[in-house]
């Protein structure tokens, strides 16, 4: 019967071990946005834009989160964002950008810009 289908459902339960609440929120919330049959594509599309002008960290956990739960479709908007965060940029600018510390010896990081030149024009 359709009420044991959704007792079944209410009960079941999901591990998110690895998503925090606060994440979890910001997760439910574009979720409801886009189950919002009466909504625009022009006012989704700038909810996606808004969406994801949040600061680095919960950025990083949203992405994590979305791509934990399979949702294509969040990790789609979130990886354009890290995307365009990149795009343009050099190196040294990526590392800035991300707080990632160059663990390169300068021989190591010649030779990697020696043989991925295409990739620093």
């Known amino acids: 019967s359709q009420a044991h289908d959704r007792d079944d459902c209410a009960s ?6 690895n998503v925090d ?3 979890l929120v910001k997760v439910i919330e574009y979720c409801k946005k886009h189950a919002n049959e009466t909504i625009t594509s022009k006012d989704l599309k700038k909810f996606n834009s808004e969406f994801v ?6 950025l990083y956990n949203v992405l994590m989160a979305a791509n934990f ?22 190196p040294e600018e990526i590392r800035k950008t991300f707080n990632i510390e160059n663990d390169f010896s ?5 030779q990697i810009r020696k043989e991925n030149a295409w990739a620093f024009e």
């Open 12 to 17: 079941t339960t999901i591990p998110l071990t």
């Open 53 to 58: 002008d949040e600061d680095q960290a919960i």
């Open 69 to 90: 739960l399979r949702n294509k479709d969040l990790l789609n908007i979130l990886c354009e964002k890290v995307a365009n965060m990149i795009k343009g940029k050099s």
């Open 21 to 23: 609440s606060k994440t």
């Open 106 to 110: 300068p021989e190591k990081e010649e």
